[in-house]
C-alpha cells in the first residue's frame, strides 16, 4: 500500500493550505495504520477533515474567480464522493477495499497538492489581502512553486 507522509515537496508557501494539508496527511497516516476495529472512526475523520479542506478552498476559488476554478472544484466532488463511498464501506466491514482506496488517496493528494493546488497557492499570495486568508497566515517565504 502506498503510505502518506509530509514532505517538504507539500509545501505551497501559503499557511492557510500548508496547515490543512498537515492535519489532511496526519488523519490519512492514521487511518492507514488504524486497526479494522477503528477504521471506520479514522475515515470518518478524514471525510469530515476533507469536507471542510475541499469546502475552504473552493471559497478562494469562488471569491477570487481563480481561473482554474471550475476543474480543481469538479475534481474536489469526485474525491469527496469516492471518501464518502469508503466510509459507507468500512462500516459495512469491506475494510480491505478501503486500505486500497487510502493507498490511492495518498498517491492522488501529492499529485492534487503539486499540481491544482500549487497553482491556487500561488494565485492566492498574489491576491490583494491573500484571498480573505489572514495576511498573517499568507506565507511570505520563496519556494520553487513562487515562482511557476
Known amino acids: 500500500m502506498n503510505t502518506v507522509e509530509w514532505s517538504d515537496a507539500l509545501l505551497l508557501d501559503f499557511e492557510p493550505m500548508d496547515g490543512v494539508h498537515r492535519e489532511f496527511v496526519d488523519l ?3 487511518a492507514q495504520s488504524a486497526p479494522d476495529a477503528t477504521l471506520p472512526q479514522a475515515w470518518a ?7 471542510e479542506h475541499f469546502g475552504r478552498e473552493d471559497d478562494w476559488m469562488r471569491k477570487t474567480r481563480f481561473s ?3 476543474n480543481h472544484i469538479i475534481q ?5 464522493n469516492v471518501l464518502r463511498e469508503g466510509l459507507a464501506m468500512a462500516r459495512a466491514g469491506q ?3 478501503v486500505r486500497e482506496m487510502a493507498g490511492e488517496l495518498a498517491v492522488w493528494f501529492a499529485k492534487h497538492t ?3 493546488d ?5 494565485h492566492m499570495r498574489r491576491e490583494p489581502a491573500g484571498g480573505g486568508a489572514p495576511r498573517h497566515a499568507r506565507g511570505g517565504g520563496t519556494t520553487a512553486h513562487a515562482h511557476l
Open 28 to 30: 490519512l497516516a492514521l
Open 45 to 51: 475523520a478524514v471525510v469530515d477533515h476533507t469536507v
Open 68 to 70: 482554474a476554478a471550475e
Open 76 to 80: 474536489h466532488r469526485v474525491v469527496l
Open 95 to 97: 475494510m480491505d477495499a
Open 114 to 116: 503539486q499540481s491544482l
Open 118 to 122: 500549487a497553482a491556487l497557492a500561488l
